[in-house]
């Protein structure tokens, strides 16, 4: 039977996404879980996986396109016979709430903060038959399930002009989908297959970081060629598989004479409103503070040395990190947002600590979760996926929902400081600026000390001249000292 794939909400109530690239043509087969299509929303790049077996009966948006959430953007014939189509998603009158059948994809709904993660269909319990898939009965209603956020909303699709020849959505007076002829959906070879395959997995020469690289960035090891010793697989290896995927030809910039526009869009879009938004509502403060950080870069190169570093880098970002999520346990309104509808001010005791990215696609704010609870050798490795995932272009939303502070190192492009925009819903955020040798007094004698310059930003609804201060005044102490971060912690 026909079933038609419907662009879900992959990320806190996007109404949109550009289709990337397609994985598949028409009259591929494909499998349950196989990924189809990378699609860009205004956050990330977003990997799809199609919940059926069956054959690609038409693509219908084309690379490039833009498409609201609910549209079909796949057909596929599958096997099943009598199991009722895919309707449209459906939503209660109270936001986040879903109906309660479940979708395709095995989602639960009802749940109002489902992660990106449940676009992937659970495997069904080991002896188990899963229902409309595997041969199992078919439920009486499925529905294409809202997978994250407020469901889906209305909105213009825009559509591309398509290039010449195009596996797009079939015409009404085109040639009809290749037909397939009905197999059983249930196949014991399939079984017998997926043991190679695992084998295949468990011999892969790799060490334990470069496998955690690569399971972070969606790297498949048992499909790459290691270029290490006696073939293992190097991190070099896993970046060189996992670099973002070339831009299509509606994403390139247009010269026309002498001038080039190039199209605002994506990532770069919502960074443009969210800034606009940020600037324009939360009344912006900043203040500078030049610190002498001589102590703690010999502090850094000692930790380098230590064992329980080996594996991970060690920067002064580390560290800047550190201080930051101490002086905030110390000044907790430091980390708090202002709700306007309830005329409240929302003080958080837990630290999700953003980090501002910048990648080809646009500035991105991937933030680690409960980073005030992490030792010191764990935030260094955190810290290092961030950056890794980032820099491949495969941070999803939820990575970067729920910020609670954010740090922008702009030291990394040689600039002292700046004046930082708040991410939107936190109440500061601090420039991290180049360090560089400098005269210093030190004891009363000219030295020459390794300086770095700090830039806070706050929302002054929130925050005061007298609490901003005393917060950078800790930041910079602790720098200055690092020993400070073992007496406050």
């Known amino acids: 039977m026909r079933r038609e794939f419907k662009l879900p909400d992959v990320g806190e109530g996007l109404t949109e996404a550009e289709i990337v690239r397609w994985h598949v043509k028409d009259g591929d087969p494909v499998k349950v879980n196989q990924i189809v299509v990378e699609i860009e929303t205004a956050k990330s790049i977003v990997e799809l996986p199609i919940p059926w ?3 690609v009966a038409g693509l219908m948006a084309g690379e490039g396109e833009t498409v609201d959430v609910g549209v079909p953007i796949i057909a596929v014939d599958t096997a099943e016979e009598g199991a009722a189509p895919a309707a449209a998603p459906r939503t209660s009158g109270a936001p986040g709430a879903v109906s309660g059948a479940e979708g395709p994809a095995g989602a639960v709904p009802g749940r109002g903060a489902a992660l990106a993660d449940d676009m992937v269909p659970s ?12 041969g199992g009965p078919a439920p009486r209603e499925e529905r294409q399930a809202v997978l994250v956020g407020y469901g889906v909303k209305t909105g213009a699709t825009k559509r ?23 197999t059983p959906v249930a196949n014991p070879a399939r079984v017998e297959a997926d043991a190679p395959a695992t084998a295949a997995r468990v011999a892969v020469l790799a060490k334990p970081p470069v496998r955690k690289l690569a399971k972070d960035l969606g790297v498949d090891l048992t499909t790459l060629t290691g270029t290490g010793p006696q073939g293992s697989i190097t991190r070099d290896d896993v970046h060189a598989a996992a670099q973002p995927p070339r831009a299509t030809e509606a994403e390139a910039p247009v010269r026309r004479g002498g001038e080039e526009r190039v199209p605002v869009k994506g990532v770069r879009k919502m960074t443009a409103q969210a800034m606009v938004a940020s600037a324009f509502t939360a009344p912006h403060v900043t203040e500078f503070l ?5 102590e703690t870069m010999e502090a850094v190169r000692r930790l380098r040395a230590l064992p329980d570093f080996a594996e991970v880098k060690v920067s002064p970002l ?4 550190k201080a930051v999520l101490v002086a ?8 708090s947002s202002w709700d306007e509808a309830a005329q409240e001010i929302v003080v958080k005791h837990y630290v999700n600590l953003g980090i501002a990215a910048a990648t080809p696609r646009g500035l991105v704010v991937p933030n680690i979760k409960g980073a005030h609870e992490l030792p010191l050798p764990e ?5 290092g996926q961030l950056a890794e995932t980032a820099r491949a272009g495969r941070t999803q939303p939820a990575e970067m929902a729920g910020g609670t502070f954010t740090i922008t190192n702009v030291g990394v492009f040689g600039v002292d400081t700046g004046t930082p925009i708040l991410n939107p819903g936190e109440a500061a955020i601090l420039a991290f600026g180049q360090i560089r040798d400098m005269p210093w007094v030190v004891g009363g004698e000219l030295a020459v000390r390794k300086v770095t310059t700090l830039a806070l930003s706050f929302d002054h609804r929130i925050v005061d001249g007298e609490l901003g201060s005393l917060f950078l005044r800790d930041v910079g102490d602790m720098l200055e000292d690092p020993l400070r971060m073992l007496a406050w912690s």
């Open 53 to 55: 077996d069956g054959v």
């Open 123 to 134: 495997p069904p319990a080991e002896g188990a038959v899963e229902p409309g898939v595997h």
């Open 160 to 182: 591309r002009a398509r290039k010449p020849g195009h596996a797009g959505r079939p015409d009404a007076t085109g040639p009809a989908p290749r037909p397939i002829p009905a």
């Open 290 to 294: 030049q610190v002498d950080v001589t």
């Open 318 to 321: 580390l560290l800047v990190a």
């Open 328 to 335: 905030a346990r110390r000044h907790p309104m430091i980390n």
């Open 379 to 383: 935030l260094a490795r955190r810290l």
